[in-house]
């Protein structure tokens, strides 16, 4: 039999053909849409995570008044805020939360290394008050979050709104790519496990800080653990010097344990380009993806002098009070009338409705007690930026003083606490702030002199509801540029040191004499420019420039002073004072 023989090839074309057409050129189309598919998933979460470092940027933004320590935020701002006026109408600083806490853990560590029960009550009162400060601005944050037609109106420092859903939205639809679409927005805020930034500082030095080396991240705090000092927890928020990306795998949502500053995204984004493609029989007929993204918001470091301290011996020495030691210590007053007032009407006694009413008095407070407080408020206007060993020097060094001698204390970059005597004094004498705090104490020292000491606190009270017209701020000294002048103890290298002056703000004054509650001269110009010389935008608080007087201490001895005069003259007046 003749056998036909197909050539062998046709057979292959045909195979060939059969392969390009059932197998090669669908998985060709479905490759290639997998990955356009992959691309556009791609640009959708690239969009995503840009638009959630625009969210956690609003987050730093938020800015809260709290009743107790003023304006605070996630960030610190200097007192350029326009919307952040006291009723000076000087603008405000405001302080980053983990500025505060890291505060009041130094301040809880500086009252036990002292042994004083009295530093420690006013610890634990700001400890306290701490916790609802947090509650507040973890509810601030979360609502920014929030549409404006679900109650969100956040407003930054400046006045400006905080809108986060709209920019998040207008900035997502702006760079996908065509055939994209934006489905929905969904925001919230939370805190993160494992190692993060605080850009919070340690304590210094080291072996002071009661930190164990797990509680340490960038050699800085570690945000969102219990880093205890003195039985008291303290947890601090994660920021970083500027907004970036975190682990979404790593989110947690937000509880009442911690400073929430983690904003998550997510969003719906629908795949229309490919609503007819055959990679719908994977994804279904709308194709859908959803983007996550976190980010952790930027905080920028605290700038600016801090308010001084002012000690004041009238009469020479005193025996017996040759150091802060000394005024702390147990015992070593008696005989002690204590007579504190609330300043009311405006600062006293410059400004003519103002006047010194009497509190009720109380039997329990002692002198070391007043002292403890005075010095605690200073401190805690100082923040963390002295050292605890510095505190614990300036404590125990002694006074070698002569009559009326001024001892200026003031917190230096360095975090040493400068202690020098001015042969002027820049401050305005015998003048207590407004809402603020001022207490006379006629008593007797343990050696037999019977001093009469006056306490004139400008930090006590902060914020605008109990802080007064200058909301707990201290008082400017005049001229706004003593620490560059000799006459007052000071030169530009020795501002530059403290954080102050020309050197020190890289600011220049316009009128370093100007008394305008405003803080603007009669032509017009800015108080303030930049060290070139150029006008700038952002008018700071007078006392930004040489830092101002938080508390003065007068102490009269043997001979008449102008503190015996004023509590002799009290004593005239019987009943509840008002004066």
């Known amino acids: 039999m003749n056998r036909r023989h197909r050539a062998p090839r046709g057979s292959i074309m045909l195979l060939t053909v059969a392969v390009i057409c059932f197998i090669i050129l669908p998985t060709l189309i479905t490759v290639s849409q997998l990955a356009l598919y992959y691309i556009d998933r791609s640009r959708a979460q690239t969009s995503v995570e840009a638009a959630c470092l625009v969210a956690a940027n609003n987050l730093s933004r938020v800015i809260v008044d709290d009743p107790h320590f003023g304006y605070v935020s996630l960030s610190n701002y200097p007192p350029i805020g326009k919307a952040t006026c006291a009723d000076d109408g000087e603008p405000l600083p405001v302080t980053g939360v983990n500025t505060l806490v890291g505060t009041v853990r130094q301040n809880t560590i500086i009252a036990d290394e002292l042994g004083s029960t009295y530093i420690n009550r006013y610890v634990s009162q700001d400890r306290d008050k701490l916790d609802d400060t947090i509650k507040l601005l973890n509810k601030a944050l979360a609502a920014s979050l929030r549409p404006a037609e679900r109650g969100s109106t956040m407003e930054d420092l400046h006045g400006n709104k905080i809108e986060s859903v709209k920019q998040v939205k207008e900035m997502i639809e702006a760079v996908l790519p065509p055939g994209l679409t934006l489905k929905s927005v969904e925001m919230e805020t939370g805190w993160l496990e494992g190692a993060v930034d605080s850009c919070q500082s340690l304590p210094s030095p080291r072996h002071l800080a009661r930190i164990h080396p797990e509680q340490i991240h960038n050699d800085k705090y570690r945000p969102f653990i219990n880093i205890p000092a003195a039985g008291r927890s303290f947890t601090f928020a994660a920021v970083s010097s500027n907004s970036c990306q975190v682990d979404p795998k790593n989110f947690r949502p937000a509880d009442k344990e911690?400073?929430?500053?983690?904003?998550?995204?997510?969003?719906?984004?629908?795949?229309?380009?490919?609503?007819?493609?055959?990679?719908t029989s994977f994804l279904g007929e709308s194709p859908l993806i959803e983007c996550v993204a976190c980010a952790q918001p930027f905080c920028l470091p605290e700038t600016g002098p801090k308010g001084a301290m002012t000690l004041r011996f009238t009469s020479g020495p005193v025996?017996?009070?040759?150091?802060?030691r000394e005024f702390l210590t147990p015992g070593n007053f008696q005989n002690s009338e204590i007579i504190r007032y609330n300043v009311e009407g405006g600062d006293y006694p410059s400004d003519s409705e103002a006047r010194m009413v009497e509190q009720a008095k109380d039997a329990t407070i002692s002198t070391e007690q007043i002292f403890a407080e005075n010095l605690y408020y200073w401190l805690r206007n100082g923040h963390t930026k002295p050292k605890i060993?510095?505190?614990?020097?300036?404590?125990?060094?002694?006074?070698?003083?002569?009559?009326?001698?001024?001892?200026?204390?003031?917190?230096?970059?360095?975090?040493?606490?400068?202690?020098?005597?001015?042969?002027?004094?820049?401050?305005?004498?015998?003048?207590?702030?407004?809402?603020?705090?001022?207490?006379?104490?006629?008593?007797?020292?343990?050696?037999?002199?019977?001093p009469v000491i006056i306490f004139r606190n400008d930090v006590a009270n902060l914020g605008l509801k109990d802080g007064g017209k200058h909301a707990g701020q201290p008082l400017a000294g005049y001229p706004l540029n003593w620490a560059e002048i000799s006459e007052y103890g000071g030169d530009e290298q020795v501002a530059k040191e403290l954080g102050k002056g020309r050197l020190g703000t890289n600011l220049t004054l316009f009128d370093p004499y100007s008394d305008s509650d405003a803080g603007e001269t009669e032509k017009g110009y800015g108080l303030f420019r930049s060290m070139d010389g150029k006008e700038i935008d952002l008018q700071p608080r007078k006392s930004f420039y040489s830092g101002g007087l938080a508390l003065d201490i007068e102490i009269g001895g043997f001979r008449p002073s102008t503190a015996q005069m004023d509590v002799d003259k009290m004593k005239m007046i019987t009943g509840n004072r008002e004066i």
């Open 258 to 279: 911690h400073i929430c500053s983690i904003v998550r995204l997510k969003c719906v984004i629908a795949l229309n380009n490919m609503a007819s493609s055959v990679i």
């Open 389 to 450: 060993d510095a505190v614990l020097e300036m404590v125990n060094e002694q006074f070698k003083v002569n009559a009326n001698e001024i001892f200026t204390y003031e917190f230096a970059r360095d975090g040493s606490i400068s202690r020098r005597i001015l042969d002027k004094d820049p401050f305005p004498k015998g003048v207590t702030s407004h809402a603020q705090a001022q207490c006379m104490v006629s008593t007797q020292v343990h050696t037999g002199v019977t």
């Open 319 to 324: 025996p017996g009070l040759s150091s802060w």
